[in-house]
């Protein structure tokens, strides 16, 4: 069951976009932001159970708010009309789903937010403990970076999410990743938003970046004001009609 903690009403001062750094042990994280439509902020809960499934060796790395989202979030903030507005919105690796929680409070036609199935409970709960505008239907899918059964099931979308997704992933995943970015990215119009941060890793992201370079061509690099380490880069498919 799912507790809300009391969330006062933000003061003039407070409503502005809130991108405090990752914190572990808090079982709530919100985010807001005067462009977001509906009450109050988004909120996510993060299973603090995590860190054991760590210690057992599993990959729990969904689990939690990381600065990526945060940081996307507020880019997509102070760009609503340009990028979400009346689109068809997916988040890959949406983990928590924060990212795409609040895409759905900026006016999207809708949102489909993804992940692996063992995190979807997380995700599912995230989504009822959010309203979300009626204007806005929000779907949770299973979706295996590679699968091409998973893909088509969700579909070609104008705007494709993903943040935070590539940590010490071997070449196969991240080869699978790229793919599956191209794979919901509708061809024409569609466009591909991707929080790295850099961790210094990159040479150990290269697969990765060799593959959209192949499939998407150069992308345009987006700065993120509040966090050098985070880099936004923006990726189209090379077809186009």
Request: with cysteine; net charge negative.
């Amino acid at each position: 069951e799912l507790h809300r903690s009391p969330t006062p009403a933000p003061s003039a001062s407070d409503r502005r976009s809130r991108t405090a750094a990752m914190d572990r042990d808090a079982e709530w994280v919100e985010f807001s932001h005067d462009a977001m439509a509906g009450p109050g902020p988004v909120r996510v809960r993060q299973n603090l159970d995590a860190m054991d499934g760590i210690a057992n060796g599993d990959d729990a790395t969904a689990r939690w708010v990381w600065p990526g989202a945060r940081a996307t979030a507020k880019w997509l903030c102070d760009r609503r009309a340009e990028w979400i507005e009346g689109k068809h919105v997916v988040e890959i690796g949406s983990g928590t789903g924060l990212l795409g929680l609040v895409a759905a409070r900026l006016g999207a036609a809708s949102v489909t937010l993804t992940d692996l199935p063992s995190e979807l409970p997380l995700l599912r709960a995230n989504v009822r403990a959010n309203e979300s505008p009626a204007s806005c239907p929000v779907a949770v899918e299973p979706l295996k970076w590679g699968d091409a059964d998973a893909v088509a099931r969700v579909g070609k979308k104008d705007v494709v999410l993903c943040s935070d997704a590539l940590y010490q992933n071997d070449e196969a995943t991240q080869l699978a990743l790229a793919e599956t970015l191209l794979g919901v990215c509708e061809i024409r119009k569609g466009r591909i938003m991707f929080a790295y941060n850099f961790r210094e890793n990159l040479a150990a992201d290269r697969r990765f970046f060799d593959a959209t370079d192949a499939l998407f061509g150069d992308p345009t690099r987006h700065d993120v004001e509040e966090d050098e380490d985070i880099w936004l880069f923006e990726y189209q498919p090379l077809t186009r009609c």
